[in-house]
């Protein structure tokens, strides 16, 4: 028998003292401009691992009406084959590099490109360069990409939640305004589009320079040189969408409701539009609404979840677009609570309108935010993902160290203050999808006009 049988060990320890938060510093950043377009680079010496991305001015708002979703097909499309080689030989020429292409595609702008071993860079941005330059967009390859599409939006547009993300963005933005919609449209606006769009839209908005994002070692980069590969055959002028007005009215005295028959749950979406990411308010209100609903001690979370036990959890967050912005509380809830979910939360918006937060919920979120903030900025991708932000909403090389300071100097008087101002009480969207005949008489008992959403 083992001595160690019936030993009992007990571990002794002391809870580490925290210690007050060093400054942050964004890597240096340095800027060419050649070829008609511009590369930013941001410097990581002795990276073994570099990142780069074509960012153009090609987003959802630049899509003609009824063809929501078409710039994110197009930029989808680009590794199914260029004028060189075929979806498979384009797979395997990126794979033979140990590369990860990325794509993303958003409101304002486009990005296509590729993280890889650096001593590779140059081979993988000619890649980048084929895919956008010289994409082929056959009819069969577009044909078979887009039957997949529509199938994978048949799917999510089954699942709970969807539907009434649709509704919500229409309460804010109406119905009738491409803000209105969701990003990679619905499975009828896919339904719509062809090759032909496609092939149109990429002449149009996505033959201009653009912007190159460079993350790595730049002492072992050549800059110069890869902007001239990337922009090379580069011929159009890229330009902000335009953006007609809001028509949406939300009123928090009304619920719109999505139908679901038999759902067990209703899921909740409750906000209103909110100020761009140009605010000087930005640190303060990003602050709040961690207080607010940002993590898992959040107010909304303990209350919904702990307290009153209505959800597995509760989310709240403000979303800072270069022109427009949008406060999102999302939650699923069992059906029989759905109304009083709602008015809880509502309440506690009101509260923390009014009230603002106290020193032990700003100190706590503070702490939090400077000590996740230099840990998500420890891969190139971490670090690309800011200088994106800079250049999409046209920031200083430096915004992401001015921004570590301000949390660690922004006081509770004005977190406090950007609660009072951008969170509006009285005009909140309140989206619930669920089962329409067991809600509907609670949210009127409520106190709520029941209003019955299309979509």
Same mark, same amino acid.
């Given at each position: 028998?083992?001595?160690?049988?019936?030993?009992?060990?007990?571990?002794? !320890?002391?809870? #580490?003292?925290?210690?007050? =938060?060093?400054?942050?510093?964004?890597?240096?950043?340095?800027?060419?401009?050649?070829?008609?377009?511009?590369?930013?680079?941001?410097?990581?010496? &002795?990276?073994?691992?570099?990142?780069?991305?074509?960012?153009?001015?090609?987003?959802?708002?630049?899509?003609?009406? /009824?063809?929501?979703?078409? !710039?994110?097909? *197009?930029?989808?499309?680009?590794?199914?084959?260029?004028?060189?080689?075929?979806?498979?030989?384009?797979?395997?020429?990126?794979?033979?590099?140990? !590369? +990860?292409?990325?794509?993303?595609?958003?409101?304002? $702008?486009?990005?296509?490109?590729?993280?890889?071993?650096?001593?590779?860079?140059?081979?993988?941005?000619?890649?980048?360069?084929?895919?956008?330059?010289?994409?082929?967009?056959?009819?069969?390859?577009?044909?078979?990409?887009?039957?997949?599409?529509?199938?994978?939006?048949?799917?999510?547009?089954? +699942?709970?939640? $969807?539907?009434?993300?649709? %509704?919500?963005?229409?309460?804010?933005?109406? #119905? &009738?305004?491409?803000?209105?919609?969701?990003?990679?449209?619905?499975?009828?606006?896919?339904?719509?589009?062809? !090759?032909? @769009?496609?092939?149109?839209?990429?002449?149009?908005?996505?033959?201009?320079?653009?912007?190159?994002?460079?993350?790595?070692?730049?002492?072992?980069?050549?800059?110069?040189?890869?902007?001239?590969?990337?922009?090379?055959?580069?011929?159009?002028?890229?330009? #902000?969408?335009?953006? @007609?007005?809001? *028509?949406?009215?939300?009123?928090?005295?009304?619920?719109?409701?999505?139908?679901?028959?038999?759902?067990?749950?209703?899921?909740?979406?409750?906000?209103?539009?909110?100020? =761009?990411?140009?605010?000087?308010?930005?640190?303060?209100?990003?602050?709040?609404?961690?207080?607010?609903?940002?993590?898992?001690?959040?107010?909304?979370?303990?209350?919904?979840?702990?307290?009153?036990?209505?959800?597995?959890?509760?989310?709240?967050?403000?979303?800072?677009?270069?022109?427009?912005?949008?406060?999102?509380?999302?939650? %699923?809830?069992?059906?029989?609570? $759905?109304?009083? %979910?709602?008015?809880?939360?509502?309440?506690?918006?009101?509260?923390?309108?009014?009230?603002?937060?106290?020193?032990?919920?700003?100190?706590?979120?503070?702490?939090?935010?400077?000590?996740?903030?230099?840990?998500?900025?420890?891969?190139?991708? /971490?670090? &690309?993902?800011?200088?994106?932000?800079?250049?999409?909403?046209?920031?200083?090389?430096?915004?992401?160290?001015?921004?570590?300071?301000?949390?660690?100097? $922004?006081?509770?008087?004005?977190?406090?203050? %950007?609660?009072?101002?951008?969170?509006?009480?009285?005009?909140?969207?309140?989206?619930?999808? /669920?089962?329409?005949?067991?809600?509907?008489?609670?949210?009127?008992?409520?106190?709520?006009?029941?209003?019955?959403?299309?979509?």
């Amino acid at each position: 028998m083992s001595a160690h049988v019936g030993t009992r060990h007990t571990l002794v !320890a002391e809870r #580490p003292t925290g210690t007050e =938060p060093r400054p942050y510093r964004f890597p240096e950043v340095r800027r060419v401009t050649v070829a008609g377009g511009e590369v930013v680079g941001a410097h990581l010496p &002795g990276h073994r691992l570099a990142w780069a991305k074509s960012v153009m001015e090609s987003g959802a708002l630049h899509e003609p009406v /009824g063809l929501d979703g078409l !710039a994110r097909i *197009t930029c989808s499309l680009l590794d199914e084959g260029s004028l060189d080689r075929d979806a498979d030989a384009f797979g395997v020429a990126v794979e033979a590099l140990g !590369a +990860q292409w990325r794509i993303a595609c958003g409101w304002e $702008t486009q990005e296509v490109g590729i993280d890889l071993p650096a001593d590779r860079l140059t081979e993988g941005l000619d890649l980048v360069a084929e895919a956008v330059r010289r994409p082929a967009f056959t009819d069969a390859d577009v044909e078979r990409f887009l039957a997949d599409h529509v199938r994978s939006l048949k799917t999510a547009w089954a +699942q709970p939640g $969807t539907r009434a993300q649709l %509704a919500f963005r229409q309460a804010l933005f109406g #119905p &009738g305004h491409r803000l209105g919609g969701v990003l990679g449209g619905t499975p009828d606006t896919a339904a719509a589009l062809t !090759a032909d @769009a496609i092939r149109a839209f990429h002449a149009a908005r996505m033959t201009a320079p653009g912007t190159l994002a460079v993350v790595g070692d730049l002492d072992t980069i050549d800059l110069a040189a890869l902007g001239t590969i990337v922009f090379a055959g580069a011929t159009g002028t890229g330009h #902000p969408a335009e953006l @007609a007005e809001f *028509t949406g009215a939300p009123s928090t005295r009304r619920a719109i409701v999505v139908d679901r028959p038999g759902a067990v749950q209703s899921v909740l979406r409750i906000g209103h539009t909110a100020a =761009p990411r140009s605010t000087p308010d930005l640190i303060a209100i990003e602050l709040c609404a961690e207080v607010l609903g940002g993590s898992f001690g959040s107010r909304l979370n303990h209350l919904l979840r702990e307290v009153k036990g209505y959800t597995y959890g509760a989310h709240a967050s403000f979303g800072h677009g270069r022109r427009s912005g949008s406060f999102t509380m999302s939650a %699923a809830v069992h059906t029989e609570v $759905t109304a009083a %979910a709602v008015v809880d939360t509502i309440a506690e918006i009101r509260r923390m309108h009014s009230d603002g937060v106290t020193a032990d919920e700003l100190a706590a979120t503070r702490a939090h935010a400077l000590g996740s903030m230099p840990i998500n900025l420890q891969t190139p991708g /971490g670090i &690309g993902g800011r200088l994106i932000e800079a250049i999409v909403h046209g920031l200083s090389d430096d915004h992401v160290t001015r921004e570590y300071a301000e949390i660690a100097a $922004t006081d509770r008087a004005a977190v406090s203050r %950007a609660a009072a101002v951008h969170l509006r009480p009285d005009e909140l969207a309140v989206v619930v999808e /669920g089962d329409a005949v067991r809600v509907t008489p609670d949210l009127e008992a409520a106190g709520f006009e029941v209003v019955q959403a299309a979509v």
